[in-house]
């Protein structure tokens, strides 16, 4: 089969390989012996495999490795009992080795796609939806009526967040950095769009009503205090990751003082050993798919000979939405 291989740890540009390698045994890492085999349509892309080109992933498997995290394809074989069975189109997680024509995933992060979504945007569909999901309701405890601030808004996990805030009933209030951004995270359904650079403090206390309920950081670095100065009493900062750079530091009277909270959110680590959460997340964001919340927007498609170009444009903070490899286009 043909896959895309870590071959070095030397950056985007020079540490992947295309190679013919065999296919993989139904079996994986996380249920040996046992696993769902998936004819890979399309590949995501996301901000871990850049940081695994540079062996700076806190996942360092030995080289050389298949990066890739999730897939959406169609199910070769599926173990006995498991929700999914040959031939249903599927978005699964299988952590590595997504980056190949056949892939496979343990049955409990394997979901049945729907039909309202094609491949590109399957494979789009659990590390940010189910990190949304998790981040915003379960770590965020995000209720209808409230009011949400995104960073990140229009990348991957942004804009997923601004779709889940919205099917829970949420207003959403988006953080972006340009104009073309801007229109992603509209199109994406964000009822109020404020610039990275600009005083989206104060915009925000504004448009909130004297502050907002949660704040859903994918960012991190500088902008960190004028999150916590941004949320109303008993309003919560949920840390998703640090795209900026640098994690920031707080002094904690600042959460005495307003009362507030900062709440951690790592979605991998809480869900993988627990597959019933993991189904519970998957219902709840098919059901978004059905409602007609949930549609993924993917913002570039390439073929697995440009992989270094899909890792560059994420690398580059040029990607909005999904960045997907297509193995079957
Ligand atoms: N905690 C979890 O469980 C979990 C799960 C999934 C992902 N993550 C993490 O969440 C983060 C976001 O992932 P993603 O897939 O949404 O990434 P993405 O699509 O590349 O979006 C990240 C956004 O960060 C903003 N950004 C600000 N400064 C940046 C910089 N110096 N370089 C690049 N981007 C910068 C950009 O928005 P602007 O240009 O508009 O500012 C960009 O759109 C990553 O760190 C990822 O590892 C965490």
């Known amino acids: 089969m043909k896959a895309v291989q870590i071959v070095e740890l ?3 540009d020079s540490a992947l390989r295309v190679e013919d390698l065999p296919e993989p045994e139904a079996s994986h890492m996380l249920t040996p012996g046992a696993g769902v085999v998936v004819d890979v349509h399309a590949s995501g892309v996301s901000f871990p495999e850049v940081l695994q080109t540079r062996g700076e992933y806190q996942m360092k498997p030995a080289l050389p490795f298949v990066p890739g995290s999730e897939v ?4 070769r074989t599926a173990p006995e009992g498991a929700a999914v069975k040959e ?3 599927v978005a699964a997680f299988c952590v590595l080795g997504g980056f190949a024509e056949v892939a496979v995933a343990p049955e409990f992060l394997t979901f049945p796609l729907s039909d309202a979504l094609d491949f590109a945007q399957g494979a789009g569909l659990i590390l ?3 990190t949304a999901w998790f981040a915003l309701r379960l770590r965020g405890r995000l209720k209808e009526g409230e009011t949400v601030l995104v960073h990140g808004a229009a990348g991957g996990v942004g804009t997923a967040a601004l779709q889940v805030a919205k099917g829970l009933g949420a207003r959403t209030i988006a ?6 951004k801007e229109q992603v995270a509209r199109a994406a359904g964000a009822d109020e769009v404020v610039r ?6 104060d915009e ?6 004297g502050g907002v309920d949660v704040v ?10 004028d999150s916590l100065r941004s949320l109303r009493e008993g309003g919560r900062v949920v840390v998703v990751g640090f795209t900026g750079g640098s994690i920031p530091e707080v002094k904690v009277n600042r959460l005495l003082l307003n009362n507030t909270e900062i709440v951690g959110a790592g979605w991998g680590a809480y869900v993988m050993p627990k597959p019933d959460v993991n189904r519970e997340i998957g219902a709840a964001v098919n059901r978004l798919v059905d409602e007609g919340t949930a549609r993924p927007p993917v913002g570039a498609r390439f073929a697995p000979e440009q992989a270094a170009d899909a890792l560059k444009l994420i690398d580059g903070r040029e990607a909005t939405g999904k960045v997907v490899l297509e193995f079957r286009p």
């Open 10 to 12: 030397s950056g985007p």
């Open 87 to 89: 031939g249903d189109r």
């Open 196 to 201: 990275a650079d600009g005083s989206w403090k």
């Open 175 to 180: 953080v972006v950095s340009s104009d073309e």
């Open 128 to 130: 940010n939806y189910h």
């Open 216 to 225: 859903l950081d994918p960012v991190g670095g500088d902008r960190f205090l």
């Open 204 to 209: 925000a206390k504004e448009l909130s009503g």
């Open 72 to 75: 959406a394809g169609i199910v």
